[in-house]
Each structure stands twice: as C-alpha cells, then as structure tokens.
C-alpha cells in the first residue's frame, strides 16, 4: 500500500509539473504565438543540457544511495552531505560554462538565455532526490503544490502581450527555484549535522558520472530534435512540435511517476538480497503500466487531429497531426521506464542501461536528418518514436536471460484488443461531433466505459488485481 501511495502522490505531482503549462497553453500559444513559443523551446532547449551537465546524474544516484542507507541515519545523513556538495560544485561549474557560452557565441535571444539561467541555479538546490530515497513523496507533492499554483496565477496576471516572453521565461525558473528551496526546511529531523572531513564528496563522482551517461545521452533525444527542427524548419514547425510533445508528455507523466516511485524502492529490496520480490516487482510494475498507458495511447491519437488546433489556437493545425504520430511513445517508455528506470538502474546495471539509451540518442539524431528535412515537425515526431521503439527493444533483449518476456507480455493482447475498439469508438464519435469541452469530457467517458468493458470481457488480471486492493481497503 505503501508503493501505490507514494504512486498516488508522485502521479499528483508529475501531473501537477505537465498540469500548469498545460493550462497556460492555449493561452500562451495566442498570446506569444507560435514564432515566439518556438524561441521559448529553443532557449530552454540549451539551458537544459547545461543544467544536466551539472546535475550530471546525482538525481537517480543520490535516490538509489539514499535508499541503500534508508536504515542507518549516519551513513545517510554522510550521503546527502556528499552528494549534494558534489551537485554544488558541478551544478557551478555548469553555470560558469553556460554564461562563458552565451555571452561568447550568442548573437541572438541573449536576453532569453540569461533567464533561462535560473533553471541552472534550481539545479544546485534540488535534494528531491533524498526524499524520493526515502519514498516520501508527501513531501514534495504538497510543498511544492502552493508554488505551482502561485506561477499558474503569475503567468495569467504577468503575461499579456506578445513583447511578455522574458516575462513568462522568468516566471517558469523562478517557480521551479522556489520550489526546490521549499523542500529543505524538510531535512529537519530527517538528517543529523556530520563533519565536513566526512563528506567526501569526489567518491560520489565516478558513481553518479556513470549515471550521467544514460541520463545526457535520454536528454539528447528528447531535445535534439527541437535544436534540430529550429535549424532544418521554422519556429513555426517547432512551436507546433513542442506545444504537442507537452501534451503527450502530460499524458505520459501518469505512466512514468512509477519508475520515481518503484526506484528506490526495488533498490532497497536489491541492497537487502531480495532478488525474487525485485523480479516480481517488476513483472507488476509491466502489467500495471501496460494496462494504463495503452489506452491513454489509442485515446489521444483518436481525438488528437481536432483536439490540437482546438486547444492550442488555429496557428496550431499541424499540432494534431504531430500528436498522433507521437502518442505510441506513451507506451514505448512506459516500457522502458519499467524495464530501466525500475529494474537495470536499482540493480546497478548501468552499463546495459547506458547502452540501450546511446542506441536511442544516436538512432535519433539519424532519423532527424533524414525525416526533418522532409516533413518537418511531423518528421521530429516519427524520429521520437523510432528511437524510444529501440531503447524498448534494446532493454527487452538485455533482460532476456534474468527475466520472462513470456510472462511480462502475457496480458498485452488484452489491453491492446480493448484499446483499439476504444480507438475505433471514440475516433467516430470525434469525427461526428464539434470539439467542446463538454464533448471532450464525453469522449473521455466513453472511452474508459469502452476500454474497461474490454479488460472485463478478456478477462484481465489487472482487473481482479483492483479488485483485491478494494476490498482491503
């Protein structure tokens, strides 16, 4: 129960991060536009690689190594000690660099990418990392929930003409540095004080660098193909694609808030020699996965093409289209989240994990080149989902001799059979019938009475699994 709480909170708060510019889309998108969108994706595009570079991949290594001395407060409180002025340190040095960057080669957007920089500074006071060790996940959910909202309330009182994205830049750092400062009034009680001689922060280095690794190389695919469409296309076409890729993201925020979650947890399992209950929690994280991300992909591919221009403004019709050719990632690294994220990460395969994902980086860069050119945002999307199709297959085959595939895709015919007669449902009624918000809450009802009546008459055992945790409740 414990699991599926802090599920519930990390779920409220990925929610909650996609929540906010979800709600200020469709304003933001007619007020700057789609030109000056795409210069807000651009800038933020180049300030995220500085930021992973300092934060390199203390995020998951400062997780798992809390959760390893989860039971012993000294060698815990000793970890946060180290790792976090491992983060200072290199999270600084990345600021320096970013600032030498922009003020040696930026001829354009130089006042956008010095307030981008705040996202940076965030990056040297984020310790979510420990309380996710922790898995209290509490914490971070309702601190962090008052600042969200206040930026939400910001943006709508702040930005109001065309010449307001410095303004919406600004709110969007300052926002995500607050919240990570609000979170460590919390260390109270949690850590004791040990000496700076204990701290030895470089021992953390070689660890978290190999993290690094398969965390830059994840960020290269997910933002290349920005860097890449502001170069080969319009900003047009990359506003088009960012606002989109939100949206998908969103959706894909419900699925992924397990791998926070299952992280430490099977980290601990794994630190505690328990390697049957790490595999059985694997084999149900899939199931679980599967069961939701499934249909949330045939949902929104079956509403996406009128739902884009609807939501986002006209100057966004080729939104819906990118939509649909992206929603199978939902799946695909909902997958990957299980079978990286939740299994080879916590057992320390990093290697395999690292492996997997250069795939996907290189694979990317590839398709971008050879898809862009042609059709443009569409073309960003097809390469996104090419490269997260062969980070999935690629983790599958490097798990073929620990785990069954046999058994984790054993109740995947059911979802998929359920999924697309919602596809086919939903998408005739979508087609039938003018998007309003009224019609779009009824398509989502649909969709879920259809799909749920599929899991029932398929007999799924996702279905009688929900079942047990009700009556136990």
């Known amino acids: 129960m414990k699991v599926i709480k802090n599920y519930l909170y990390n779920a409220g708060y990925q929610i909650l991060n996609m929540i906010i510019p979800l709600i200020t889309v469709p304003y933001i998108s007619r007020v700057l536009g789609a030109h000056d969108v795409g210069i807000n994706e651009y800038t933020n595009s180049w300030v995220t690689f500085f ?234 994280s899939f199931d679980f996965v599967s069961a939701i991300s499934i249909p949330m992909m045939f949902g929104l591919m079956a509403i996406a093409k009128k739902f884009g221009p609807w939501f986002l403004g006209n100057g966004f019709v080729l939104s819906g289209s990118v939509m649909f050719i992206e929603a199978p990632i939902i799946v695909f690294i909902a997958w990957s989240n299980v079978t990286g994220t939740q299994y080879l990460m916590p057992i320390n395969r990093v290697r395999a994990y690292t492996t997997s994902v250069t795939i996907g980086a290189v694979s990317n860069v590839v398709f971008n080149f050879l898809l862009i050119g042609k059709w443009g945002a569409n073309g960003a999307a097809l390469a996104t989902v090419g490269s997260e199709l062969l980070v999935t297959a690629t983790q599958l085959v490097m798990i073929r001799k620990t785990i069954s595939r046999r058994k984790i895709f054993k109740e995947q015919w059911k979802y998929i059979i359920s999924g697309i007669a919602m596809f086919i449902i939903v998408n005739r009624i979508c087609q039938s019938i003018n998007m309003t918000i009224s019609n779009l809450v009824l398509e989502i009802f649909v969709g879920v009475f259809i799909y749920i009546i599929g899991l029932i008459l398929t007999k799924a055992s996702i279905v009688q699994e929900g079942l047990k945790i009700i009556r136990k409740n």
């Open 51 to 284: 930021f992973l570079m300092g934060q390199m991949g203390i995020t998951l290594y400062g997780n798992r190594e809390v959760a390893y001395h989860r039971d012993d407060l000294y060698k815990r409180s000793q970890t946060f000690w180290g790792v976090e002025a491992l983060q200072l340190l290199t999270v600084s040095t990345a600021f320096i660099l970013y600032l030498a960057a922009v003020f040696l080669f930026s001829t354009t957007f130089k006042e956008f990418f010095l307030l981008q920089a705040i996202w940076i500074i965030a990056t040297g006071v984020d310790i979510s990392w420990y309380f996710m060790g922790l898995e209290e996940f509490r914490i971070t959910v309702v601190r962090n929930t008052l600042v969200k909202i206040a930026s939400l309330i910001l943006i709508f009182t702040m930005v109001k003409t065309s010449n307001d994205l410095g303004k919406y830049i600004l709110i969007l750092g300052a926002s995500q540095l607050v919240g990570n400062l609000t979170l460590w009034p919390y260390l109270r009680g949690n850590i004791i004080w040990v000496s700076v001689k204990k701290w030895h922060p470089f021992k953390h280095f070689y660890p978290s660098l190999l993290l690094f690794i398969p965390t830059i190389t994840t960020q290269v695919y997910l933002v290349l193909n920005r860097l890449m469409l502001g170069r080969m296309s319009t900003q047009a076409d990359l506003g088009n694609f960012g606002q989109a890729d939100k949206i998908v993201k969103f959706v894909l925020a419900v699925v992924t808030a397990t791998g926070t979650v299952m992280l430490p947890h099977v980290a601990n399992k794994f630190a505690k020699g328990d390697i049957k209950g790490v595999r059985n929690s694997l084999y149900s």
